[in-house]
Nanobody
Framework: QVQLVESGGGLVQAGGSLRLSCAAS????????MAWFRQAPGKEREFVAA????????SYADSVKGRFTISRDNAKNTVYLQMNSLKPEDTAVYFC????????????????WGQGTQVTVSS
């Protein structure tokens, strides 16, 4: 069992930056692929970014490429999402997720989820 807790959400103006953190506990963090998803009101949860167990491979949704960066610090059992050049359409609840398998882009790829943190981008 892995428990995930997101933090770092808040309100930011368009064009600004924000860094989300996800702290993991309960299992060996370094062996898990990690990902960020987001869900806006009335919409399905969508993939944002993923990173493999070592941090050497990453993937991003087309909508955030060049603006967001996922990273991890296994010594701190934490994964990060650095969000730059934020847009109003980035407004959503952001969730971190973990799985011992492939760093996929589907909700069904991940077995463990955090409770989410709200990100609101004003225009």
């Amino acid at each position: 069992q892995v428990q995930l807790v997101e933090s770092g959400g808040g309100l930011v103006q368009a064009g600004g930056s924000l860094r989300l953190s996800c702290a993991a506990s309960g299992r060996t963090f370094s062996n898990y692929a990690m990902a960020w998803f987001r869900q806006a009101p009335g919409k399905e949860r969508e993939f944002v970014a993923a990173i493999n167990w070592s941090g050497g491979r990453t993937s991003y949704a087309d909508s955030v490429k060049g603006r967001f960066t996922i990273s991890r610090d296994n010594a701190k059992n934490t994964v990060y999402l650095q969000m730059n050049s934020l847009k109003p359409e980035d407004t959503a609840v952001y969730f971190c997720a973990a799985d011992r398998a492939y760093y996929g882009s589907r909700v069904s790829d991940y077995a463990f989820w955090g409770q989410g943190t709200q990100v609101t981008v004003s225009s």
